[in-house]
């Protein structure tokens, strides 16, 4: 065991403080930058989130809009194998007309 002065033992002691005081304001200095750096990553996420809240949003409108079409198509389709249907286009592409039909044009 070693004896030590009244002033080594006072210089321990101020090392040890200042070592306390570097270890507290490097801890400190960590718990900042990480806060930072957990608030950026929040930043990015939220800007994240939004743009694919937008793509959402835009997606279910397509879907909306391509069900309404589908909707428009399968009327369609029923129309098509209508009798009426039939004589519109025999009249209108072929000129076709039914026996006792007869076809009046305005004079230009």
Not at 25 to 31: D, H
Not at 43 to 71: F, G, H, M, P, V
Not at 91 to 105: A, M, R, S, T
Request: hydrophobic share 35%.
């Amino acid at each position: 065991m070693q004896f030590e002065s009244r002033w080594e033992k006072q210089q321990r002691l101020k090392r040890q403080k200042r070592s306390g005081v570097a270890g507290m304001i490097t801890a400190v200095i960590l718990v900042l930058l990480l806060g930072v750096a957990m608030w950026n990553g929040k930043r990015t996420l939220e800007k994240k989130n939004r743009i694919y809240e937008e793509q959402s949003e835009s997606l279910t409108q397509q879907i909306n809009e391509q069900q309404q079409r589908q909707k428009e198509l399968e009327e369609y389709k029923k129309y098509v194998k209508t009798k009426k249907f039939v004589e519109e286009v025999a009249k209108n592409k072929f000129g076709l007309l039914y026996p006792d039909e007869i076809l009046i044009k305005p004079d230009d």
